[in-house]
């Protein structure tokens, strides 16, 4: 599942079947970096569908449930910034 991280948010947010929310830390992620591959291949291709297979492209993934998040543009390019 892809997600968009909303403004100052910084745990995920995605609730479990009984309606408790997960709070796992979100990590950068690189879906198509070499080193980094994502093991999960429906995953793969709901992010592949949305975008360019970019090695460079960063989202947030949490740590817990797997939940991929969109970054917003500002955040997108202060990480892309730094790295
Ligand atoms: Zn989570």
Known sequence: ????????????TEKDPKGKSCHG?????????SYYNEPDPVLLGEIK???????????LKCETCQT???LPEVLKEKFQQVG
């Open 68 to 70: 991929v998040y969109r």
């Open 49 to 59: 569908q949305e975008f360019p297979e970019d090695e460079k492209l960063i989202l």
């Open 25 to 33: 830390g979100l990590k950068r992620y690189h879906p198509f970096a």
């Open 1 to 12: 599942m892809i997600k968009d991280l909303l403004p100052r948010q910084v745990v995920c």
